[in-house]
């Protein structure tokens, strides 16, 4: 998958450019639809092999000595205007047309696969996941439409345990993982596009951009499960431990963006009936604020209803906007689908994201 998904990469990257606003601090080597569409909070409550990518403690939860077999997973986030770029690009139409189509408009794609099983207090999973953030406006000093654009592509594999002490009320986990990342960061104007980047010039420029790297790291998570009216429950999760992509000596020039190691804590509350079950959930990512960004853009808030495991409804805020999403589960496939939105700009507002996800899971699914 990560082969055909790069060849999608290559034929968008004709668009391309260099920005730090695409390099995005929240980028993750997996990304749980479900999050997806409870504005990307619920740390407390992941599970599953999600829980090796959001909070391995959650592994020690496991009651089943077989929880769930994900055989395949595939997921596609899209943009409205990303999935026109990408049908005016297959369709050859010209390109200075399809950048001055696109200015105002970000575009934004991601597309993963992940396979695995979790078991009783442990979990693994292989994943594979690509990335593309691209933005056109106009040049300040020459008005012609310039592209900018980040791209990364990932594929690993993950390893997870998690235990419990204090009479079931404390739960600790830590995620190993090995990811391979390649990342690509270029800069051209819609007036070179054509000349640049036109037949194999598109695949050789990206080629010299390329940086790639083996990481190392680690997640380690902890969850308060005090029990109670409404089953309150709070997380603590140390993200990306480790992950610099040196492996094997390469200088940092020639390495990928290291991995943003943050703190995110998550609290939610959990009532139900006999035959429902609601979450209402907030997370603040990077709470240490490595990433320098404005508070609003690391709050999450999410509710989840689900029917006797079958159906779920989502909503969230998410960055300040809102998503929307649910989920039918038949466990043997399950399908999510639903739409995310998200801040690429400084402050939100600035440059607003939203985007349609979907995913079908097949295997023995939660």
Same mark, same amino acid.
Request: hydrophobic residues 40%; charged residues 15%.
């Given at each position: 998958?990560?082969?055909? $998904?790069?060849?999608? =990469? ?7 450019? @260099?920005?730090?606003?695409? #390099? @995005? ?8 639809? $479900? ?24 592994? /020690? ?16 986030? /899209? ?16 390109? &200075? ?17 992940? %396979? ?5 207090? %442990?979990?693994? #999973? &292989? ?22 654009? +980040? ?19 404390? +739960? ?8 391979? *990342? ?35 790291? #680690? +997640? ?9 009216? @409404? ?31 943050? =703190? ?20 603040? %990512? ?43 589960? @038949? ?9 995310? /939105?998200?801040?690429?700009? *400084? ?17 023995? %699914?939660?």
């Amino acid at each position: 998958m990560i082969r055909k $998904t790069s060849n999608i =990469v290559v034929s968008l990257l004709c668009l391309l450019g @260099s920005s730090d606003v695409f #390099a @995005s601090s929240d980028e993750r080597e997996f990304v749980s639809a $479900t999050l997806l569409g409870s504005g990307n909070a619920g740390i407390t409550d992941i599970s599953g092999i999600e829980a090796l990518f959001y909070n391995p403690a959650s592994l /020690a939860r496991t009651p089943n000595l077989i929880d769930e077999i994900v055989v395949v997973s595939p997921q596609i986030e /899209a943009s409205q205007n990303g999935l026109n770029v990408y049908k005016d690009v297959k369709s050859n139409k010209n390109m &200075l047309d399809i950048v001055s189509g696109a200015i105002g408009h970000p575009v934004s794609l991601g597309v993963q696969n992940a %396979t695995g099983a979790s078991f009783r207090r %442990t979990a693994f #999973a &292989l994943f594979q996941r690509v990335d593309l953030q691209v933005g056109v406006k106009n040049d300040a000093l020459s008005g012609i439409p310039t592209a900018s654009a +980040h791209s990364a592509v990932r594929a690993g594999a993950a390893f997870g345990v998690g235990r419990s002490f204090a009479s079931n009320s404390l +739960h600790v986990g830590a995620t190993g993982l090995v990811v391979q *990342k390649a990342e690509a960061d270029l800069s051209v104007s819609a007036l070179d596009a054509q000349s640049k980047l036109g037949g194999e010039g598109g695949s050789n420029v990206l080629n010299n951009a390329l940086k790639r790297g083996v990481g190392i790291g #680690a +997640h380690v998570g902890l969850l308060f499960t005090p029990g109670g009216s @409404s089953s309150p429950e709070f997380a603590v999760v140390a993200r990306n431990l480790g992950m610099t992509y040196g492996v094997g000596g390469k200088s940092s020039n020639n390495r990928p963006s290291a991995e943003l190691q943050s =703190v995110d804590i998550g609290l939610s509350l959990q009532p139900g009936t006999k035959n429902s079950r609601s979450r209402l959930s907030l997370d603040i %990512t990077d709470t240490l604020n490595k990433s320098k960004q404005n508070i609003y853009k690391r709050v999450h808030m999410g509710a989840e209803v689900t029917f006797s495991s079958y159906l779920g409804i989502l909503a969230g805020l998410n960055q300040g906007y809102t998503t929307y999403g649910m989920f039918l589960n @038949s466990k043997i496939v399950r399908l999510d689908v639903g739409i995310s /939105a998200k801040e690429l700009g *400084k402050y939100p507002g600035d440059n607003k994201s939203r985007s349609y996800y979907g995913r079908v899971s097949v295997g023995w %699914t939660k």
